[in-house]
């Protein structure tokens, strides 16, 4: 016998010996973001559907890409200096309103998640906005009325997914499937019935069967799944049934819009004793060539397009407006999305690190942090001069720390300003 031979079919044995069995589900549930959770707590509480899963010979099963769930819906706990901040790097508010003539006058009427948190996970919310243009939006606060996250909604419902026998599985991305079926099978659920295995894998080498699938993801990661599915001719079951390829005519091409929200914490929230407590305000400096190259230092100012009812403060008593308010916490120096200014975007490339978490977090020693205390300044500058609380041609002697970008780390008194 050839010496060759011997060693690849060994070698063919380990590998099989090593891998895992597939994770065995009823339903694969690809994506934990709330609509992948709403739809596995969806079916496990509702009793027309619960009992089509058993936690231990036909569980429901979510993949989750990333280390935590939620996607794009994002609440970072425990921020500022004394722990007790929430910071919304996604999704932070919705409609209140369960009118179907939506009389609150909300620009996105949003009935699912209103009721879903009302009546279903009774969920406390206040208005989203202390005075301001977003009537009848609101968020999700806890029982002294600060803000709780929007997550709180997502974390409930997986609390009890999984107090129902979801299994849950992060850290695996499904990159494609197969599937076999016992006969060609329709896109749409119309209730033809075949038998039908979905076998999927991750890109850390584990995989899954089921006999049902939902694609929870966005766009551009379904496309790839898909896509890599039709390489492996998977969808072919299905071709047939619809006549055309189901990857190119049912989805389109997906566009990537990207955001930036950028906070800064302070711990004295000066532009609240300044009566700022709602509101837009935005200033743009001198535009030059940043982001040309993500490791080019910028040439542009920071741009400023903030909101001063979108970062999360406390105050110490009574007071929390005004010339005698005693407050801390964050500004939301700028929210903005390429759909409003993609230079402006442009100007974060080179401080956005990683993708996972999608956030970065700075230390107030750091450019940005600077910057963007620079940038609030100039812009506040008339008020704060006018209500004395700018102390002008101070040497900045003692640094200060904020943080910025995403996930806070701040601590101390802003330079340059004086209480
Ligand atoms: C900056 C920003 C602000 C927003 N503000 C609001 C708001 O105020 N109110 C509101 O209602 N909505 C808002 N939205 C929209 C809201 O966040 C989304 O509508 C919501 O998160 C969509 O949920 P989803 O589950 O469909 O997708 P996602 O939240 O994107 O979740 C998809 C999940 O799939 C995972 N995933 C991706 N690829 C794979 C793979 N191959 N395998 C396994 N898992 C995978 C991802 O990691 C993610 O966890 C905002 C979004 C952004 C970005």
């Given at each position: ?64 890409r ?44 949003m ?5 879903l948190t ?25 029982d ?90 998977a ?37 609240r ?46 007071v ?39 956030a ?41 720390r ?18």
């Amino acid at each position: 016998m050839n010496w060759r031979v011997v060693s690849c079919a060994l070698f063919i044995i380990a590998a099989n010996a090593s891998a895992d069995p597939p994770i065995k589900c009823k339903l694969a549930i690809a994506g934990g973001g709330p609509a992948g959770v709403y739809s596995a707590w969806r079916l496990l509480t509702d009793p027309a559907t619960s009992s089509n899963y058993n936690a231990k010979t036909a569980p429901l099963c979510i993949f989750e890409r990333s280390s935590r769930f939620g996607g794009r819906t994002f609440s970072i706990r425990n921020q500022g200096t004394k722990k007790d901040l929430v910071v919304e790097l996604g999704a932070y508010r919705f409609c209140g309103s369960l009118d179907p003539h939506n009389t609150t006058g909300c620009e996105m009427y949003m009935p699912l998640i209103a009721s879903l948190t009302k009546n279903a996970l009774k969920l406390r919310v206040a208005s989203y906005e202390e005075k301001g243009d977003e009537d009848g939006m609101v968020k999700i606060v806890d029982d002294e009325g600060q803000n709780a996250g929007l997550l709180t909604y997502v974390e409930r419902m997986m609390n009890t997914s999984i107090a129902l026998g979801l299994q849950y599985y992060s850290l695996h991305q499904l990159d494609d499937f197969d599937v076999t079926a016992s006969s060609e099978l329709p896109l749409s659920n119309s209730g033809a019935t075949a038998n039908v295995t979905f076998n999927l894998n991750f890109a850390n080498g584990k995989s899954a069967t089921a006999s049902e699938l939902l694609l929870n993801l966005p766009l551009q990661p379904a496309m790839r799944v898909l896509q890599a599915a039709r390489t492996r001719k998977a969808l072919k079951p299905y071709g047939k049934s619809i006549g055309v390829d189901p990857v190119s005519s049912f989805l389109h091409v997906p566009m990537v819009v990207r955001h930036v929200k950028l906070y800064v914490h302070y711990d004295w929230a000066w532009w609240r004793n300044l009566g700022l407590t709602f509101g837009n305000f935005n200033l743009y400096g001198q535009q030059g060539r940043c982001g040309v190259t993500p490791i080019s230092p910028c040439t542009q100012e920071m741009p400023l397009e903030g909101r001063y009812h979108d970062g999360h403060t406390r105050c110490e008593g009574a007071v929390d407006r005004g010339p005698n308010a005693d407050c801390r916490g964050f500004i939301e120096a700028t929210y903005t999305s390429d759909g409003v200014h993609t230079s402006n975007v442009s100007f974060f490339n080179a401080f956005s690190t990683a993708m996972d978490p999608p956030a970065a977090d700075f230390d107030g020693d750091d450019f940005l942090v600077t910057e963007a205390h620079r940038m609030l300044i100039l812009r506040h500058r008339p008020l704060l001069e006018s209500a004395g609380l700018l102390r002008t041609r101070q040497r900045l002697s003692q640094p200060w720390r904020g943080s910025a970008c995403g996930i806070p780390k701040a601590r101390g008194l802003a330079q340059g300003l004086t209480r």
